[in-house]
């Protein structure tokens, strides 16, 4: 159902160096890759347009066999290396988008590749069918279901409840009171966790981080989603639906897919990795050509491993997406492709003017209050830079630009890229200001801004 | 809250009034009363107020969500934004933009592995692109102009690379000020590290300053030291009176160190207008400024001081007889008209006082006085004997061979200084020959100093008979002074040098200097040879993996330059 058949169609675009470079899980992978680019240390080096495969000589006296499946993309090396992928499969993608005469299309995988490719269709395969399997047991039972579901919504309505009492408690006696003897948020936020409540857990323990002069919104959002949280039942079932997400309800990717999906040509609009000690999140949007529907798709990855999806911000990729439910739905997860991502026909995005822009996220904001940034492309700006910050200008209007962890970098090459002329810019736009995530430079070509 | 969004005033103090509640808490202040629109007041009005805290909550949640939803982008545009000029150059080929992506992705690396460092390569890329007239797309710029910051021998190519964009930024950046003191118009004149193809490009930065053209000269009065020099650098080359007339201008109320670095900057351009000047200068405060003074005097063969130094020069040299022989009288004593010239009265180098000051008037002694004078060509004279005058002027006094040296190293000096081909030829002697054991020792000054007076090829030519006849030793210098990429015949000498040490039983780190260099100079038409030897070298041996990465780097190099063919 959702197994991503081997594409057959043979990829005429090769990867631009930027996206293979944001495959690798660290700084110095990119550079020992780079080192492995040239076309020396590889030989009988091929790609059938679906997946590359090459031998890399290394120091010792066996050569590495490396396979790397495009679709997915997978990844496979005889090399000891615990990185994931490794220098050697980032190095011959590195070979194939720079020298394409070095790795000649349409020809025969190696048998060593082939033989990979096949037991990895074989096992893609497999798990398709155990994930359906868990779903129909789930559904076998629906009593059993039914009981743990109720238990948990209790426990969570519990939390909840006792959420919006530590709340209250604080704006009774002040916010600026921050006496001794007060539990922190963090004691709160474990108290959160117990109650299988990990949407509130990790809003809570943000309070200890946010300054005073947004405290009292961030109490209120809370309040208000802990409130809603107490009569989850009467909302319309949309909004229900937010609530329980946003309170830390999921919802399995086997489950959605059973459910609606959306066929569209979605086009990667950007790319975000967060990442912190114990996992790095990845973000990608999308935007359905024919739909125009936005979708966020996170994947996640162990130190020293990059997650699991990676798509090309400004291919288009066929595929059947399944949206988690709620008032606004946005996230979503990715049924079955069809074929590997393709250049877009349009490369640059239609986007919209800052004063559009804030104003489809205050319409998110009517569906879906604790709507924090909606994805916006703004079309027709020019980033400034002043004593104030960043911002950006069409005009007549200006945003300010939110950092949110945005290193100095690569506002620096947005302002580059730009070089004082109106661009195309890809984003969060929300109540703190627009985050730009990928920018369109005068050719077309995307540049990614979140390193 | 932001500065994204306006709202009517009301608004903002409703908010207000809730935040300052719900600071000092609703148990010592009242609620606010509902405000606002009509919509707003209705339905802050139907809030329970039973509990007061809660009430705030939802007051504050109500307003939070409609401020949220009715955020309106501030109007005008921020600031002014002067786009940056155009660039008309030609962007980078797709394979070299990715190249130049990892080349500075690399430039924190440290040494080792299969291939050479890339921080040493890049220079040779940045020259190369930049001899080609093309343009780094506009993303990479910041990451090229981050890589000149700590490394300021890259920051003449990469602020000519980086174009009106690069200045466009730095006028943004602090961390990027630099290129606005870069000086651009003078590509490889690092002379070791000269690529041999860089020229003038051309590109449109070249020229010109960033300043309008009716303060041209403020960055003169105004600006910080660096960008003083680079300003009167700037103008030097293309107006070299523009350049004294504003140094003339200043030069009583600069400190010392800055007159000497100032009066450096006159190398540019010198002629004999700059002569008074400079004459005028032989009477400075500071020994070093009068030094130098001397010495770009000394550069300028009709100057007053260069006669007056040949002058000296003829009183201390005489051609003996009937032309078999010169006769050497050294100078009695440092006269003040001699210190005013700037020899030192005090010799720094062990060698006696007289010696010294002898040395110091050849040195700066034009050279054609000597060819002139005896009819001599430069080889006939280098190859006369040489014997002190004795107390009687008639050559009985010493021993031959005595001045021989102080001689020859006098004229070395004068022949680096004075740029002279013919000299520094006859200086360098014959092309080395194996087997013949003259070597070094007759040659005066340094070698390779020498060598950098002569056009590359015969620098080249040089030195590569050099290395066939004594191998790698001490080739290091003579190596950096020819120009990069090493001409075939050169790169060919070397490989056989190094065939050669391998096979003798050093080790390759013995040649980790030449072979540093080797990575970043040899002709990439050597990697065949190269990786001959690597296969020809016994497995798993330093030398066998020494072979591989050079190789290896090759390979790299040449792919690296063939991506810049447009």
């Known amino acids: 159902m959702s197994v991503p058949p081997p594409s057959v169609v043979a990829m005429e675009e090769r990867w631009s160096t930027e996206h293979v470079l944001s495959l690798a899980p660290d700084a110095p992978s990119r550079k020992a890759a780079g080192k492995l680019s040239s076309p020396a240390p590889w030989s009988g080096a091929g790609t059938d347009g679906s997946a590359l495969w090459g031998e890399c000589r290394g120091s010792g006296s066996t050569p590495y066999r490396t396979v790397v499946e495009l679709t997915t993309p997978a990844y496979r090396c005889s090399c000891p290396s615990r990185k994931f992928p490794c220098k050697h499969a980032l190095g011959l993608l590195l070979l194939w988008s720079g020298s394409p005469e070095a790795v000649p299309a349409g020809a025969e995988p190696a048998d060593w590749a082939a033989d990979w490719l096949k037991e990895r269709q074989e096992r893609t395969e497999q798990a398709a069918e155990r994930r359906t399997a868990k779903a129909e047991a789930a559904a076998a039972d629906p009593a059993a279901a039914r009981r743990r579901a109720e238990k948990r919504s209790a426990r969570v309505a519990a939390g909840a409840q006792e959420l919006r009492l530590r709340l209250a408690d604080r704006v009774r006696h002040g916010l600026a009171d921050t006496g001794a003897g007060r539990p922190g948020w963090e004691e709160v936020a474990a108290r959160m966790v117990d109650a299988q409540a990990p949407g509130l857990a990790t809003k809570v323990r943000e309070l200890d981080h946010t300054a005073q002069g947004d405290l009292l919104e961030e109490y209120a959002m809370l309040h208000l989603l802990a409130t809603a949280y107490g009569r989850v039942d009467e909302l319309p079932e949309a909004l229900g639906a937010t609530v329980r997400a946003r309170v830390g309800f999921t919802t399995e990717t086997a489950e959605l897919l059973t459910g609606p999906t959306v066929r569209d040509r979605w086009q990667v609009l950007g790319v975000r990795d967060t990442p912190d000690e114990r996992l790095t999140t990845r973000r990608l949007w999308l935007r359905g050509a024919k739909t125009g529907r936005p979708a966020l798709l996170l994947a996640f990855g162990r130190p020293g491993q990059a997650p699991d999806l990676a798509l090309p911000t400004g291919q288009v990729l066929e595929a059947e997406l399944a949206f988690h439910p709620g008032a606004r739905p946005l996230r979503a997860v990715l049924g079955t492709r069809y074929g590997a991502p393709q250049p877009s026909g349009d490369a640059v995005p239609a986007g919209v003017s800052p004063a559009e822009a804030l104003a489809g996220y205050g319409a998110a904001v009517a569906e879906d209050p604790w709507t924090e940034s909606w994805p916006t492309v703004l079309t027709g700006v020019i980033p400034v830079h002043d004593i104030d910050g960043w911002h950006l200008t069409d005009g007549r209007h200006t945003l300010r630009l939110h950092r949110a962890g945005l290193p100095e970098p690569a506002l620096w090459r947005l302002a580059a890229v730009s070089g004082g002329r109106p661009v195309t810019l890809f984003g969060e736009c929300g109540h703190r200001g627009f985050t730009p995530v990928t920018v369109w430079d005068e050719h077309g070509r995307p540049s990614g801004l979140t390193q | ?566």
């Not at chain 2, 808490?25 to 919509?39: K, V, Y």
């Not at chain 2, 710029?141 to 009106?164: I, M, N």
């Not at chain 2, 010495?295 to 009937?322: D, F, I, K």
């Open chain 2, 1 to 566: 809250m932001t500065a994204t969004r306006t709202e009517p005033a009301a608004q903002a103090d409703a908010w207000e009034e809730l935040r300052t509640t719900a600071l000092l808490g609703t148990d010592r202040r009242p609620l606010p009363a509902p405000a606002g629109s009509p919509a707003l007041v209705a339905a802050a009005t139907a809030v329970d107020r039973t509990d007061p805290a809660t009430a705030l909550l939802e007051l504050a949640a109500l307003t939070a969500v409609r401020r949220r939803a009715g955020a309106r982008p501030a109007t005008g545009p921020s600031g002014g934004a002067a786009a940056a000029p155009a660039d008309p150059r030609p962007e980078l080929p797709v394979a070299a933009a990715r190249r130049l992506t990892v080349l500075l992705e690399g430039r924190s690396g440290s040494a080792g592995g299969t291939l050479a460092n890339l921080t040493e390569l890049l220079p040779q890329w940045l020259a190369t692109a930049r001899a080609r007239g093309l343009r780094p797309p506009a993303a990479l710029v910041p990451a090229l102009l981050d890589s000149a910051r700590a490394r300021s021998e890259l920051r003449g190519d990469v602020v000519a690379l980086a174009g009106p964009l690069g200045r466009w930024l730095a006028e943004r950046n602090p961390d990027w000020r630099f290129v606005l003191r870069t000086a651009t118009d003078a590509p490889g004149t690092g002379g070791a590290g000269d690529t041999g193809t860089a020229g003038d490009t051309g590109s449109p930065d070249t020229a010109g300053d960033p300043a309008a053209p009716g303060d041209e000269h403020r960055i003169w009065h105004e600006g910080l030291f660096a960008e003083r020099v680079t300003h009167l650098t700037r103008l030097r080359r293309t107006d070299p009176a523009a350049g004294l007339d504003l140094l003339r201008g200043t030069w009583t109320t600069e400190r010392a160190e800055d007159r000497l670095l100032f009066l450096d900057a006159l190398q540019d351009g010198l002629s004999p207008a700059d002569e008074p000047f400079l004459e005028a200068a032989l009477g400075d405060r500071s020994k070093n400024v009068r030094a130098t003074a001397a010495e770009l005097l000394s550069t300028l063969p009709g100057s007053a001081l260069a006669t007056r130094m040949a002058e000296r020069a003829r009183a201390a040299v005489r051609l003996a007889g009937t032309g078999r022989a010169l006769l050497v009288t050294p100078p009695a004593e440092c006269d003040a008209a001699m210190q005013r010239d700037g020899v030192a009265p005090k010799s720094p180098t062990g060698r006696g006082e007289r010696a010294w000051w002898f040395g110091e008037i050849v040195a700066a002694t034009p050279l054609r006085t000597w060819t002139d004078d005896t009819g001599l060509t430069p080889a006939r004279l280098l190859g006369l004997p040489v014997g002190d005058a004795g107390p009687d002027g008639k050559g009985a006094g010493q021993a031959d061979g005595t001045w021989t040296d102080d001689l020859r190293e006098g004229w070395a000096r004068a022949a680096v200084r004075q740029h002279d081909a013919d000299w520094a030829r006859a200086l360098l002697g014959p092309t080395p020959r194996p087997g013949r054991d003259g070597r070094t020792a007759r040659t005066a000054g340094a070698p390779a100093k020498l060598l950098a007076v002569l056009p590359a090829s015969e620098r080249a030519a040089w030195t590569a008979a050099f290395i066939q006849a004594h191998g790698l030793g001490e080739a290091f210098q003579l190596l950096g002074a020819c120009a990069t990429p090493w001409t075939p015949p050169l790169s060919t000498a070397v490989v056989a040098a190094l065939e050669r040490a391998a096979r003798s039983g050093t080790y390759p780190w013995s040649h980790s200097g030449v072979l540093g260099m080797t990575e970043r100079a040899l002709a990439p038409e050597a990697a065949p040879a190269v990786e001959a030897l690597a296969s020809d070298a016994a497995p798993d041996t330093a030398w066998a993996e020494t072979f591989a990465r050079l190789a290896g780097t090759l390979r790299f190099r040449a792919a690296m330059l063939a991506e810049l063919d447009v």
